[in-house]
């Protein structure tokens, strides 16, 4: 990770962050908590979240705690990538993205291999910032690229870039591009209310974000 100072519009004094020399480090994604010095970092190839503290301005580079992303850590069916992370806007929680898209060849056609495309939630302390995942919800499509959450912090909407064949018992379906619409509890755990099936054509959807009106 590169740091930056800036000021008055100009990039200065870089700073680089990488444990154990970068090896089997890999972030994708990061956030800040909102009131605390903590920052939250997604690590891709290894599926893991990391935390690290903030001290006078600065970040201090060492791994304060890690968890893991997947519900099944050691059962890994194809290549699983982490995704983006949010913190919801009170702090109690952070959200990460689970995502998988690897296929194999079933009757002419490559279909989905398996693994994890879910959304993971980490309760986090209060007293220390260490994130403990406490649900891994099933976005019910393939590959959430990434995901937000709503500003009020009541719903958080998870964006799925393409479509992908599935084996439907000796048959194979398609499950579509699309989003996936989770309510957030006060607890902070999601509950799927509904999903928007998109016709990306021959392209892909990359971002998506939500405003207030």
Same mark, same amino acid.
Do not use: C
């Given at each position: 990770?590169?740091? $930056?100072?800036?000021? +008055?519009?100009?990039?200065?004094?870089?700073? &680089?962050?990488?444990? #154990?020399?970068g090896?089997?480090f890999?972030?994708?994604h990061? =956030?800040?908590h909102?009131?605390?010095?903590?920052?939250?970092? !997604?690590? %891709?190839? *290894? #599926?893991?979240?990391?935390?690290f503290?903030?001290e006078e301005?600065r970040? +201090?580079? %060492?791994i304060a705690?890690?968890a893991?992303?997947?519900?099944e850590?050691?059962?890994i069916?194809a290549? *699983?990538?982490?995704?983006?992370? @949010?913190? @919801?806007? +009170?702090?109690r929680?952070?959200?990460?993205a #689970?995502?998988?898209?690897?296929?194999?060849?079933f009757q002419?056609? *490559?279909? $989905?291999?398996?693994?994890?495309? &879910?959304?993971?939630?980490?309760?986090?302390?209060q &007293?220390?910032g260490?994130?403990?995942?406490?649900? /891994?919800?099933?976005? *019910?499509?393939?590959h959430?690229?990434?995901? /937000?959450?709503d500003? !009020?912090?009541?719903l958080?909407v998870?964006q @799925?870039?393409?479509p992908? #064949?599935v084996?439907?018992? =000796?048959?194979?379906?398609t499950?579509?591009?699309g989003? !996936?619409? $989770?309510?957030?509890?006060?607890?902070g755990k999601?509950t799927?209310v509904?999903?928007? =099936?998109?016709?990306?054509g021959?392209?892909?959807m $990359?971002?998506?974000?939500?405003?207030t009106?």
């Amino acid at each position: 990770m590169k740091v $930056f100072d800036y000021k +008055n519009g100009v990039l200065t004094n870089e700073i &680089s962050i990488a444990p #154990n020399g970068g090896k089997e480090f890999g972030p994708r994604h990061l =956030d800040f908590h909102p009131t605390k010095p903590w920052m939250y970092v !997604s690590i %891709e190839t *290894q #599926n893991k979240m990391y935390m690290f503290r903030m001290e006078e301005g600065r970040i +201090n580079p %060492e791994i304060a705690y890690r968890a893991e992303t997947l519900a099944e850590p050691d059962d890994i069916r194809a290549r *699983q990538a982490a995704g983006p992370v @949010h913190v @919801h806007p +009170n702090g109690r929680f952070v959200y990460g993205a #689970n995502r998988a898209e690897a296929t194999i060849e079933f009757q002419g056609k *490559q279909v $989905f291999k398996g693994g994890e495309n &879910s959304i993971v939630v980490y309760a986090v302390d209060q &007293s220390t910032g260490e994130p403990k995942p406490i649900q /891994h919800a099933d976005t *019910q499509k393939i590959h959430p690229r990434t995901f /937000h959450i709503d500003p !009020s912090g009541r719903l958080l909407v998870a964006q @799925h870039n393409l479509p992908v #064949n599935v084996k439907d018992g =000796d048959t194979v379906k398609t499950i579509p591009a699309g989003l !996936s619409v $989770f309510r957030m509890g006060d607890d902070g755990k999601l509950t799927l209310v509904r999903k928007y =099936d998109i016709d990306a054509g021959d392209k892909a959807m $990359f971002w998506m974000g939500m405003v207030t009106l």
